[in-house]
């Protein structure tokens, strides 16, 4: 079964960086685009980025876009996002995301909570 499971995030002072990452399993990595969104409290879920499937095109939410990174490891099948410059308003849930046959399937979710 299709599986996206995340590691990385946590907590840091306003300019610092972090990273999530995200391992698949269960379907063909190297044909699915991979997706990353964020939901914060109160808030509906956002999309702030995705990357091919071979990983030659990123495209990114007008809100991270310059300061957060979407790369893979098709060898590997991770995603990761790299961020940088974090403000608190990047306060939230971080979720992978792929469309595999129809079907949405998510990450666990990692927070990400950045202080001022």
């Known amino acids: 079964q299709v599986q996206l499971v995340q590691s990385g995030g946590g907590s840091v002072r306003q300019g610092g960086s972090l990273r999530v990452s995200c391992t698949a399993s269960?379907?063909?990595?190297?044909?699915?685009?991979m997706r990353w969104y964020r939901q914060d409290s109160g808030k509906e879920r956002e999309w702030i980025g995705g990357?091919?499937?071979?990983?030659?095109?990123?495209s990114y939410a007008d809100s991270v876009e310059g300061r957060f990174t979407i790369s893979r490891d098709n060898a590997k099948n991770v995603v990761t996002l790299q961020m940088s410059d974090l403000q608190p308003e990047d306060t939230a849930i971080y979720y992978c995301h792929v469309l595999w046959w129809g079907s949405d399937y998510w990450g666990q979710g990692t927070q990400v909570t950045v202080s001022s």
């Open positions: 269960g379907f063909i990595f190297s044909l699915a685009p």
């Open positions: 990357i091919t499937e071979t990983g030659d095109r990123a």
